[in-house]
């Protein structure tokens, strides 16, 4: 099933709630004002060659054919739709998640994804400082190293650790939402992050809330999928903002669903 930019988006998440520090996502997040610009690099395993492709050559055919029949796709580049350039990039071919399998996109619900081993794939970016809102759309495959059982629930951690499912400060016991994630099934995480204060949403509806120890600030930095934690799943999109997103946090998550299709 393919995949294509509707009328109704027009206006990108983006372009509602500006001001992220990060965004990234298979879907365009500008609107028709990046509708030209490339969401995703690729190499096709068959002669290594690389292409950016946009949301819509993504979900339209373009990619997979480009791929070609038989041949499987990897993400070189994931690209940052926030315009602060900061795109998470993989240069090791074997550590590349894959996008294309054997001619065909990766999809859930005829969403693209692209899909973490849990054991050597990743993409890594320049640190950057998180002290305000994240919003994840994943579905979590038990097994990977950064994944703890069947459910447990996201995480942004300082600088050592990445992306798991928990969410931790260096000092502080893991705060997680661990009672409502059933096995291998896509959510919609969101996490505040607000110097002492911290909460997890899963599906619009809040799961756990803390006041750490040690607070987060603005100088606590934040990677992708590293060091010795793989996450093991499908992944359609990430955004981080380093403010106060409580207001919009509820319209930011219903355009993530209205999407995604993800709860009713």
């Not at 996109?105 to 002290?131: A, I, M």
């Not at 994630?181 to 619009?204: D, H, K, P, Q, Y």
């Not at 799943?233 to 403010?243: A, C, K, M, P, Q």
């Not at 919009?248 to 995604?260: G, S």
């Amino acid at each position: 099933m393919s995949w294509i930019i509707t009328g109704d988006e027009k206006n990108g998440l983006l372009d509602i709630y500006p001001g992220a520090a990060a965004a990234y996502s298979l879907r365009n997040l500008q609107g028709r004002s990046g509708k030209d610009s490339a969401v995703v690099r690729v190499r096709r395993d068959n002669d290594n060659a690389e292409a950016d492709f946009t949301a819509a050559e993504v979900g339209d055919g373009t990619l997979a054919a480009w791929v070609g029949a038989g041949n499987d796709g990897f993400v070189r580049t994931w690209y940052d739709q926030s315009g602060n350039g900061g795109h998470a990039t993989q240069s090791t071919q074997a550590n590349q998640p894959q996008i294309v399998v054997s001619g065909t996109l990766q999809t859930e619900s005829s969403k693209p994804v692209f899909e973490l081993n849990g054991s050597s794939q990743r993409l890594d970016r320049s640190t950057f400082s998180v002290n305000g809102f994240v919003f994840f759309v994943a579905k979590g495959i038990t097994g990977g190293s950064g994944f703890q059982g069947l459910t447990n629930s996201l995480v942004i951690t300082d600088s050592s650790t990445p992306l798991r499912w928990a969410l931790r400060k260096t000092g502080d016991a893991a705060l997680a939402a661990d009672t409502d994630l059933s096995s291998e099934t896509r959510s919609l995480l969101s996490f505040r992050t607000l110097a002492n204060n911290c909460s997890i949403w899963v599906n619009g509806v809040q799961k756990a809330t803390d006041n750490i120890t040690n607070a987060f600030t603005a100088s606590d930095t934040n990677l992708f999928w590293r060091d010795n934690s793989y996450f093991k799943g499908r992944v359609h999109e990430l955004l981080v903002y380093n403010s106060d997103q409580s207001t919009n946090r509820a319209a930011i998550e219903a355009n993530i669903n209205t999407h995604y299709s993800i709860y009713p």
